[in-house]
């Protein structure tokens, strides 16, 4: 499996979570890494993504609260979540993006922000 997501739990709004991906082979292969999100009945949208120039985008929702960060040496990459809000909730996947545009997917982890 080239992605493993982990992290993911329920957690009281304002908290913290992180979650962490873990690629089988070597992060420098893919051209960009990031974060999506999916609740039921919705598309499966963008949250975080970071681009092999080293720039990162984010979701307007997140901004200010959420940053995603790797670790080369370890082929992981992060998602921090502050501040997280009920509408956070949601399963968070892991995606990767190779040069030759094939993609990948970790599994699903859910994130529960609830009182």
């Known amino acids: 499996v080239p992605l493993q997501a982990s992290g993911g739990g329920l957690v009281q709004p304002g908290g913290s979570l992180r979650l962490s991906c873990a690629a089988s082979g070597s992060i420098f292969s893919f051209a960009a890494m990031g974060w999506f999100r999916q609740t039921p009945g919705k598309q499966r949208e963008l949250v975080a993504r970071?681009?092999?120039?080293?720039?990162?985008n984010y979701a307007y929702s997140v901004k200010g609260r959420f940053t995603i960060s790797r670790d080369n040496a370890k082929n992981m990459v992060y998602l921090q979540m502050n501040r997280l809000k009920p509408e956070d909730t949601a399963v968070y996947y892991c995606?990767?993006?190779?040069?030759?545009?094939?993609?990948?997917w970790g599994q699903g982890t859910q994130v529960t922000v609830s009182s």
């Open positions: 995606n990767g993006l190779k040069y030759n545009r094939q993609e990948f």
């Open positions: 970071t681009v092999s120039d080293g720039s990162r």
